[in-house]
């Protein structure tokens, strides 16, 4: 079946440092999904990226889905302690399932 | 606007009793889904629903059961409690089955002794 892989699986930096994880594959996706996981908390749902090559931005946090849509990362620029958390990606398609299917998630820890 | 509800919070079971996961969503959604997460292994789709009267296996549908009750309800039966079974379940809804973002609920810690 369809796997998504997640590296790293956890993460340690000093506030202001940047901070990237990565995302691959076994099929096509039709459309990636990250999520966000404060400590004790639920995922909460940050951005979707459908089209090859495609980059988003929300402030600090850059999204990229690649050309052969297989593979997707998530970079945060000068983290904050806010930016605590574990961060999933979630592909969608390539399967018969209509679920997503989650990576293993990134465990980011910054310190003050 | 409570968005998906789940009941109870936090359990602890004895090996071989059963429990029901309630979750009900406000929120008009076609689809469900329960997902369990453990420790370095992400979120895994246990059973989900597509519409309202279907349901399907996910990846690891093994000693569960499902009922979605009507198109807020979805419920997730263990029938005879494992050790394994120990994790912190979610549901989840989305308003479309594909190519939608998913609403979490806030979680079941279940501990199974």
């Known amino acids: 079946g369809q796997q998504v892989m997640q590296i790293p699986q956890y993460q340690h930096v000093q506030e202001g440092e940047d901070f990237t994880t990565y995302c691959n594959s076994s099929?096509?996706?039709?459309?990636i999904q990250w999520y966000k996981q404060r400590p004790g908390g639920h995922p909460v749902f940050l951005i979707q990226?459908?089209?090859?090559?495609e980059v988003k931005k929300q402030k600090r946090l850059t999204f990229q889905f690649g050309e052969a849509k297989k593979n997707s990362s998530l970079h945060i620029t000068a983290t904050q302690t806010t930016d605590v958390g574990t961060y999933f990606c979630?592909?969608?398609?390539?399967?018969?399932?209509?679920?997503?299917?989650f990576g293993s998630g990134t465990r980011l820890q910054v310190q003050p | 606007n409570a968005g998906v509800t789940q009941t109870p919070k936090f359990q602890v079971l004895k090996t071989g009793q059963s429990m029901t996961l309630q979750c009900a969503q406000d929120?008009?959604?076609?689809?469900m889904y329960w997902y369990r997460q453990d420790p370095g292994m992400g979120l895994r789709l246990i059973y989900y629903?597509?519409?309202?009267?279907?349901?399907d296996k996910g990846e690891v549908p093994n000693g569960y059961n499902v009922s979605r009750l009507n198109k807020r309800e979805f419920s997730l039966r263990l029938e005879s409690a494992a050790p394994s079974q120990t994790s912190v379940y979610f549901c989840?809804?989305?308003?479309?089955?594909?190519?939608?973002?998913?609403?979490f609920g806030q979680g079941t810690r279940l501990t199974v002794v």
């Open positions: 929120m008009n959604h076609n689809s």
């Open positions: 099929t096509t996706l039709s459309n």
């Open positions: 989840a809804s989305r308003p479309r089955v594909v190519g939608t973002e998913a609403f």
């Open positions: 979630a592909g969608e398609g390539g399967t018969g399932r209509r679920a997503l299917t």
């Open positions: 990226l459908v089209k090859s090559g």
């Open positions: 629903s597509a519409s309202e009267g279907t349901t």
